[in-house]
T-cell receptor, first 113, second 110 residues
């Protein structure tokens, strides 16, 4: 079985500051890992994904994440936050019958002036 | 290109009334389809998934059911809604390694 833990349900940063959203996973098989962003009352949009290969993954809107097997982590970062980054972010791991995605509980990112 | 349609966008229903949410996918065949629910302050919970017509797997016991009458159509239903059924419902389909989501339905049971 797979599981995902997102530390911090709410994160607040200043505009221009580093964004760090934490994600740890548990998987009995080599994981596929994902970060999604959700704006209010909308569906989820894929930010980036790790499947195989390079462990540092770059996504849209300047976000990136690094797969660290030894730490079972897949933290999401962005060097400089923008007001438009305010949204809810979900980490997910893929596995199980039907190739299900298991999501974390989400982190609400607030960007302040 | 592939697209996913989900409707309605918002819905307010009284307790005890029936429910039908529809999701359709265009531009692909035999997709894996999923229904997720997002309750206030909680993450996304997988409710049902389907790997083909008439094939439904339920992840959690609940007041809801799902059906897949056609290859690219996935329906979420209830005979009698409960207050606890309120939430944001998302349909998704999987292509290769990633999932694509519909715009969601905000269901409020009153």
């Amino acid at each position: 079985a797979q599981s995902v833990t997102q530390l911090g349900s709410h994160v607040s940063v200043s505009e221009g500051a580093l964004v760090l959203l934490r994600c740890n996973y548990s998987s009995s098989v080599p994981p596929y890992l994902f970060w999604y962003v959700q704006y209010p009352n909308q569906g989820l949009q894929l930010l980036l994904k790790y499947t195989t290969g390079a462990t540092l993954v770059k996504g849209i809107n300047g976000f990136e994440a690094e797969f660290k097997k030894s730490e079972t982590s897949f933290h999401l970062t962005k060097p400089s936050a923008h007001m438009s980054d305010a949204a809810e972010y979900f980490c997910a791991v893929r596995g199980g019958g039907g190739n299900k995605l298991t999501f974390g509980t989400g982190t609400q990112l607030k960007v302040e002036l | 290109s592939q697209t996913i349609h989900q409707w309605p966008a918002t819905l307010v229903q009284p307790v005890g009334s029936p429910l039908s949410l529809e999701c359709t996918v265009e531009g692909t065949s035999n997709p894996n389809l999923y229904w997720y629910r997002q309750a206030a302050g909680r993450g996304l919970q997988l409710l049902f998934y389907s790997v083909g017509i008439g094939q439904i797997s339920s992840e959690v016991p609940q007041n809801l059911s799902a059906s897949r009458p056609q290859d690219r159509q996935f329906i979420l239903s209830s005979k009698k809604l409960l207050l606890s059924d309120s939430g944001f419902y998302l349909c998704a389909w999987k292509m290769n390694t990633e999932a694509f989501f519909g715009q969601g339905t905000r269901l409020t049971v009153v």
